[in-house]
């Protein structure tokens, strides 16, 4: 690499001269000339971090001003209504707005009522499946299987032979 300053002169020099063949050259020696500029080890990463700062900030501003345009909307509505509607009208909009917000409390609680028990429900289901999925637990709803088999028999032969049972119409095999 060489001095770039020189040769920056050198091609500038060549332009004001008017030698385009010359001028050519030097600029091609110019750009050898310069320096290789890289970015840092953690330049990428800083750059990454900051556009994506910017984008949260950018995705904040935009929530704030929706909410803020949302509330002024409703706040002139309700202005507007009470203003068409008078003194007279207004139990109309206080009625309106109690039954909004108690239809929202209640939408709020069915949902939050209905997650907990869908959690309550997988909660469940996955100690069960933790107990079938065992050796241990495999093998005890096998003796578990087996005793409710031999105990339904034994009832089975205990009611075939008992008189009372016979005689009021239920056949057993």
Do not use: K, N
Request: charged residues 15%; neutral net charge; proline residues 2%.
């Amino acid at each position: 690499m060489g001095d770039w300053r020189t040769q920056t002169e050198h091609w500038l020099f060549s332009e004001e001269r008017g030698r385009d063949d010359a001028a050519e050259e030097a600029f091609t020696q110019l750009l050898t000339a310069l320096p290789v500029a890289e970015p840092s080890a953690g330049f990428v990463d800083r750059a990454v971090e900051a556009a994506r700062a910017a984008g949260a900030r950018r995705h904040r501003r935009r929530a704030a001003a929706a909410i803020a345009a949302s509330l002024l909307l409703a706040g002139l509505g309700g202005a507007t209504a009470y203003g068409v509607f008078g003194i007279a009208g207004g139990w109309l909009l206080t009625m309106t707005a109690a039954a909004g917000a108690s239809s929202v409390l209640f939408t709020v609680t069915i949902v939050t009522t209905v997650m907990a028990w869908w959690a309550d429900s997988a909660r469940i289901a996955g100690a069960v499946m933790s107990v079938m999925a065992m050796p241990q637990g495999a093998a005890t709803l096998a003796v578990i299987e087996l005793v409710a088999a031999g105990a339904l028999y034994a009832l089975h032969r205990l009611l075939r032979g008992d008189v009372r049972w016979r005689g009021i119409g239920i056949q057993l095999c």
